[in-house]
């Protein structure tokens, strides 16, 4: 049994919870998420918890099993707590700033690159060097966090780009000296 998929997934107050079929729908205070789940997971409501189970000991639904939990654990927290990703940009001149909708980052090429705002997904800026992508919807906010940090991936020379704060560059040398003949 998957230690992780048989554990209920509890639903605190303000949140609801509908099951039709195959698809879980979510609602709460921060939006509403919907997921179609595989139709071999059973997924049932039982007063304030959510419990997923598996007809038999497949490896697909071994597989299904814990992940379908988990991405269903996943929509109840995105819509009370909600998630969010921290950008920083290292480099000279290297900045970030936010205009209407639309995020504009410096980051060392001849233009500014623009990246606009998607539906479910908000935009902070609160200071030059940092930015904050935050949502209801892990998936879309760590990919969209990915698609800005692909604009300028850090280098390991000095280390400038646009990383995670919890990321870590490792960094190499560079040139070790003029060789002489």
Do not use: C, W
Not at 32 to 48: F, I, S
Not at 77 to 98: C, H, Q
Not at 109 to 128: A, C, K
Not at 138 to 161: I, L, M, N, S
Request: aromatic share 4%; no cysteine; charged share 30%.
């Amino acid at each position: 049994m998957s230690r992780i998929g048989r554990q209920p997934i509890a639903v605190p107050a303000g949140v609801e919870v509908k099951i039709d079929g195959s698809t879980v729908s979510v609602k709460g205070p921060k939006g509403t998420l919907t997921r179609t789940v595989h139709n071999n997971m059973k997924v049932e409501l039982n007063g304030a918890e959510v419990t997923v189970t598996r007809p038999d000991d497949s490896n697909l639904n071994k597989s299904l099993h814990g992940l379908t939990r988990t991405l269903i654990a996943n929509m109840v927290e995105g819509v009370t707590k909600g998630y969010s990703k921290e950008l920083e940009i290292n480099g000279v001149g290297y900045r970030a700033a936010k205009q209407g909708k639309d995020l504009v980052l410096n980051i060392g090429f001849s233009h500014q690159v623009t990246v606009s705002e998607v539906d479910g997904i908000t935009i902070e800026v609160p200071s030059p060097n940092k930015v904050v992508i935050s949502g209801p919807d892990k998936q879309k906010v760590g990919q969209f966090a990915a698609e800005v940090r692909e604009k300028r991936p850090p280098e390991p020379y000095k280390g400038k780009g646009i990383k995670y704060v919890d990321e870590h560059i490792r960094r190499k040398e560079g040139k070790a000296g003029k060789g002489g003949k």
